[in-house]
């Protein structure tokens, strides 16, 4: 059974960071594609972040571009999101999904291509 926990959500001032964490068990993560969302209270879930199988590929939403960084460490099956210079409009539920209907890809922003999810973790970023 496969589960992504995630962590490292947490309260910050505007400018700060935050390192979020996912932690995936249950299955071998090595050849799929990753990804982050978040969704805000009354919006939908919006694409993050996505990496692909190998580490090497990364995209990002225009929100977010240069501010935020996914990685992975393969032999850990874990992703991370470190996020810089957040604002107050980066408050949300971060989720991180996996893709395992499909191996090598290279993430997608389409959250429909993910078939397994985290129960999020909260960030909120004061003014």
């Known amino acids: 059974q496969v589960q992504l926990v995630e962590s490292g959500g947490g309260l910050v001032q505007a400018g700060g960071s935050l390192r979020l964490s996912c932690a995936g068990s249950?299955?071998?993560?090595?050849?799929?594609?990753m990804g982050w969302f978040r969704q805000a209270p009354g919006a939908e879930r919006d694409f993050v972040a996505a990496?692909?199988?190998?580490?090497?590929?990364?995209s990002y939403a225009a929100s977010v571009k240069g501010r935020f960084t996914i990685s992975r460490d393969r032999a850990k099956n874990t992703v991370y999101l470190q996020m810089n210079s957040l604002k107050p409009e980066d408050t949300a539920v971060y989720y991180c999904?996996?893709?395992?209907?499909?191996?090598?890809?290279?993430?997608?922003?389409?959250?429909?291509?993910?078939?397994?999810w985290g129960q999020g973790t909260q960030v909120t970023v004061s003014s």
């Open positions: 999904a996996a893709d395992f209907t499909r191996k090598y890809t290279s993430g997608s922003s389409d959250s429909a291509q993910y078939d397994y």
């Open positions: 249950g299955r071998t993560f090595t050849f799929i594609a």
């Open positions: 990496i692909d199988w190998s580490g090497t590929t990364t």
